[in-house]
């Protein structure tokens, strides 16, 4: 157990629905980054908080917006969902940022299934 | 910008064999950090070795090392006695100053 919880752990909704995905780090860890992995492919890097502040965002798409709350967790909400954005949704977290991490820890991820 | 670049997209061998995952990366900055996680079929993602960029000398986990070549922006896995218990999808990744970013991984699967 790598300590971070993603809920929920599968999600089936349809074309154009909007869907929130929630990931509570391990306690103590301040950085959360959210990675996206269609099938068979490698992690596509999303976005990235640090302590409540966006630090550093990839290839995230304008229906997908994140945010992280005071008490540390973040959620990742995709809107007007399409039958390509079906992908393992992945949360992980670390203690710092940047090159002060010696480790991010990888939550179970969150299966999103568009149908 | 931070690529990582895993040129193997599979890769098979034996039990009992040693197996070398090649990965390369680029990066301008100077302190990073890199990775070799592991993804079994459970799809969890496991760190299997880390490296520091300023150290010289590579990693070592039990049968995992890494060959890291600074200058030529290289990072290799080295799988030692491999076992039916390392077939998985094999992730390298590069922690910079802002991003941690992954290569498209390596699946490796080991054979009885």
């Known amino acids: 157990d790598s300590g971070v919880t993603q809920t929920p752990k599968h999600l089936i909704t349809a074309t154009g629905q909007r869907v929130t995905l929630r990931c509570s780090p391990r306690?103590?860890?301040?950085?959360v980054y959210w990675y996206q992995q269609s099938l068979d492919q490698g992690l596509q890097f999303l976005i990235q908080y640090y302590n409540g502040e966006e630090r550093a965002k990839g290839n995230i798409l304008e229906r997908f917006s994140a945010q992280q709350f005071p008490d540390l967790h973040s959620e990742l909400n995709l809107s007007s969902l399409e039958l390509g954005d079906s992908a393992l949704y992945f949360c992980a977290s670390s203690v710092g940022q940047g090159a002060m991490n010696t480790e991010a820890f990888f939550g179970q991820g969150t299966r999103l299934t568009v149908v | 910008a931070q690529t990582v670049t895993q040129s193997q997209p599979e890769m098979s061998v034996q039990e009992a064999e040693t197996v070398t995952l090649s990965c390369t990366y680029d990066t301008s900055e100077s302190n990073y950090y890199l990775f070799w996680y592991k993804q079994p079929p459970s799809r969890q993602m496991i760190l299997v070795i880390r490296?520091?960029?300023?150290?010289?000398q590579n990693a070592t986990e039990n049968r995992f090392s890494v060959n890291f070549q600074k200058a030529a922006k290289s990072f290799s896995l080295k799988i030692s006695d491999s076992q039916l218990g390392d077939t998985a999808m094999y992730f390298c990744a590069l922690q910079g100053a802002q991003k941690l970013v992954f290569g498209q991984g390596t699946r490796l699967t080991i054979n009885p």
């Open positions: 490296q520091e960029a300023y150290k010289q």
């Open positions: 306690s103590g860890d301040l950085s």
